[in-house]
Each structure stands twice: as structure tokens, then as C-alpha cells.
């Protein structure tokens, strides 16, 4: 299980294992040596990604809500929001001064092992997920983490641009899950 995204009323959670909406349960989290115990209610579930081999697992996305906190969870929970605002903050402070990262110290999007592969054929768009990175000749391969709005905006883009434009697409999609880095990106993703 993961956490994605956090707040104070709740969670939303990437799982493999399938639950069925309205369960409650113990959630327990581990933050940098904080213990967080939460009792939470599964509001929505939905499948994310439908496993495509028999070693594979499908994802979930799962959406819970904080029902009580056992002892401190609670206090800490927001603690470690705070943090993580501030941090959110004094990131976008140094990049509005133009002062670079010392280091990659996050987890960059499009730099994982799972990609999309878009193609346009016979007026239709054909996606999958591969491991490949290439380019196909009629499309583009990105990030599996993009949105799939965004895909769709790319997509929209592709069908009514130029050959240029296609290929300058095409460009940014490989720079965009090339592993090879520069200078490290100055992204916070609270």
C-alpha cells in the first residue's frame, strides 16, 4: 500500500488487494519514525490499472476517511502536514530566486519503469503500457505515471498540429523519461 495524497479528513491509497466500500479499519502509518494509528472508513474504491499477465497485480485507488485517531495520530497528522506545507513553501521560495537543488532528493514523474505508449492508426488512438522507451513512428511514449487528461490533451495536440510539431512532441516525450539527469529538477510534491 501507499499513501498519495493526505489530509486531515483522510487519505487516498494506491493498494493491489481489493475492498469494498464502507470497511473500516486500522490504518497504520509509519512517517520518518512517527507511528500514526488511525481508525478509517473506505468511502470509494476504483480500479486503477487492470493487470495485463498472471504475475502482475491489478492497482486500486481507494479513498479513505479518518473516523478517530488512536492516542497522538491526530495531532501528529497535522504536524506532519505543516511540515510539509513549509517545506512546499520555502521550495517554491528558492526556486523564485533561481537557487538550484544541491541534489535529486525526490521522486522524479516520468522516471519510473512503466510507460505509455501512444500511437495514432487509421484515425484512432491505440494506448498501452510498456517498458519500452522508444518512440513509436505515429505517436509518442510517456510517463505511465501522466495523467490521463493530459494524455488526452497530448493526444488532441498531436492530431492537430504539424509534422514540426509532432516531432517537437515527440522530442519533449522522450526528454521527459530520459533517466540520464543534469542538473537535478527543483520539484516539491507535497
Known amino acids: 500500500m501507499a499513501v498519495f ?5 483522510g487519505f487516498s491509497i494506491a ?7 464502507g470497511e473500516v479499519g486500522h490504518l497504520v502509518l509509519d512517517w520518518q519514525g512517527t507511528k500514526l494509528d488511525l481508525v478509517c472508513r473506505l468511502v470509494r474504491s ?11 497485480k491489478s492497482i486500486y485507488h481507494s479513498g479513505l476517511q479518518i473516523i478517530e485517531s488512536v492516542g497522538s495520530a491526530y495531532a501528529s497528522l497535522r504536524e506532519l502536514i505543516a511540515d510539509r506545507i513549509i517545506r512546499a513553501i520555502e521550495e517554491q521560495k528558492a526556486n523564485a530566486r533561481g537557487i538550484p537543488p544541491l541534489a535529486a532528493y525526490m ?3 516520468g522516471k519510473g519503469d512503466l510507460y505509455r505508449r501512444c500511437e495514432f492508426v487509421d484515425g484512432t ?17 510517456i510517463s505511465a505515471d501522466t495523467e490521463p487528461e493530459h494524455i488526452d490533451l497530448l493526444c488532441k495536440t498531436w492530431e492537430i498540429t504539424t509534422a ?8 519533449l516525450a522522450a526528454l521527459s523519461i530520459n533517466r540520464e539527469e543534469g542538473v537535478p529538477v527543483r520539484r516539491y510534491v507535497p
Open 125 to 141: 488512438w491505440r494506448k498501452s503500457e510498456t517498458t519500452r522507451t522508444d518512440q513509436p513512428a505515429n505517436g509518442f511514449t
Open 5 to 9: 495524497e493526505l489530509s486531515v479528513r
Open 15 to 21: 493498494h493491489e488487494q481489493r475492498y469494498a466500500p
Open 107 to 109: 521522486y522524479q514523474p
Open 46 to 56: 476504483t480500479l486503477w490499472r487492470l493487470a495485463k499477465s498472471i504475475g502482475e
Open 164 to 171: 514540426e510539431g509532432r516531432r517537437l512532441t515527440q522530442l
